[in-house]
């Protein structure tokens, strides 16, 4: 079992950064590669990015490229995500997330993933 738990969301207004966290517990941190999430209401829930378990190799939505940055510390069990100009679209609520790193080629699936925090809203204003 690995818990998950992200926070950091907040009201910002568009062009302004934001940081989220996912602070990970249980079984061995480093075993799993990590992802992040979005969802709005009445929308599907939405890859937004992926680091592999080393750090080594990360995978971005077209949608947030060369905006965010997802980074992880395994000495602190805890991922991150930067989240520089943001817009309004990007307004949802983020779920971080663990999967084994045996499916990584798997990342940009939701269904991929095992284990999932509670969700952290982001909104943008304009």
């Known amino acids: 079992q690995v818990q998950v738990v992200d926070t950091g969301g907040g009201l910002v207004q568009a062009g302004d950064s934001l940081r989220l966290s996912c602070a990970a517990s249980?079984?061995?941190?480093?075993?799993?590669?990590m992802g992040w999430f979005r969802q709005s209401p009445g929308q599907e829930r939405e890859f937004v990015a992926a680091i592999r378990w080393s750090g080594d190799s990360t995978y971005y939505a077209d949608s947030v490229k060369g905006r965010f940055a997802i980074s992880r510390d395994n000495a602190k069990n805890t991922m991150y995500l930067q989240m520089n100009s943001l817009k309004p679209e990007d307004t949802a609520v983020y779920y971080c997330a663990a999967v084994s790193q045996a499916n990584w080629a798997n990342v940009f699936s939701a269904g991929a993933y095992d284990y999932w925090g509670q969700g952290t809203q982001v909104t943008v204003s304009s």
């Open positions: 249980g079984r061995t941190f480093s075993l799993y590669a």
